[in-house]
């Protein structure tokens, strides 16, 4: 079998691309100096695991590397072992794709 074949099939409707950003998360008063990992127009994964339950509501600062900081707020979606995935609560598919 090839190792395509291995993989489950993209679901995704907006593709994920590889970044390496810094990212301030914002829960509250409460904040954590991130790596973005990859992001999409509809969420993004960051890294480390900062201590953050799933459906928490977060401000997110990542700053691009040539351009002004990108500001949107998100829910924790998802809490990995090595990070959380947030939703966004806008799709930004203009914002992203023109800087990633």
Known sequence: ???????????RQHPRTRIAWPVLVEAGARRYACQAVD???QG????????????????????QPDG????????????????????FAHNLEHEVMRKA
């Open 1 to 11: 079998m090839s190792e395509s074949r291995d993989r489950p099939p993209e679901r």
């Open 39 to 41: 992001i999409s127009a």
């Open 44 to 63: 993004a994964k960051v890294s480390p695991q900062v201590p953050l339950r799933s459906g928490t509501a977060v401000r997110l600062q990542f700053v």
């Open 68 to 87: 002004p900081l990108l500001r949107v707020g998100a829910v924790v979606w998802r809490v990995d072992g090595d990070g959380l995935a947030f939703l």
